[in-house]
Nanobody, 123 residues
Framework: QVQLVESGGGLVQAGGSLRLSCAPS????????MGWFRQAPGKEREFVAV????????VYADSVKGRFTISRDSAKNTAYLQMNSLKPEDTAVYYC????????????????WGQGTQVTVSS
């Protein structure tokens, strides 16, 4: 069974930076779309960013544009999320996901998920 494993979460002050990583564990099925979602307490899971493993094309949620950067290492099927200028409202559990079709911002388009990593931004 394919599992995705996130790392890099933690506690940071507002204005600070964190870098999340997502790597496969076990059998690896390459997926073209490698994305990040987040879920804050009491809120629905929301799209953050997605990158095409093949082309490197990216899509970002408006709330993170200009602050977050998604990247990938295609050979390792690994994705990264560089988060700068963090705000308290970025506090959430961040999930990486992979899916067959690049570009979707809906969670149902992704069939591989990680367990999540907590990001907490203090004011």
């Amino acid at each position: 069974q394919v599992q995705l494993v996130e790392s890099g979460g933690g506690l940071v002050q507002a204005g600070g930076s964190l870098r999340l990583s997502c790597a496969p564990s076990g059998r690896t099925f390459s997926r073209n779309a490698m994305g990040w979602f987040r879920q804050a307490p009491g809120k629905e899971r929301e799209f953050v960013a997605v990158i095409s493993r093949r082309t490197g094309n990216t899509v970002y949620a408006d709330s993170v544009k200009g602050r977050f950067t998604i990247s990938r290492d295609s050979a390792k099927n690994t994705a990264y999320l560089q988060m700068n200028s963090l705000k308290p409202e970025d506090t959430a559990v961040y999930y990486c996901a992979a899916g067959p079709v690049w570009g979707s911002m809906t969670s149902t388009a992704y069939d591989q998920w990680g367990q999540g990593t907590q990001v907490t931004v203090s004011s």
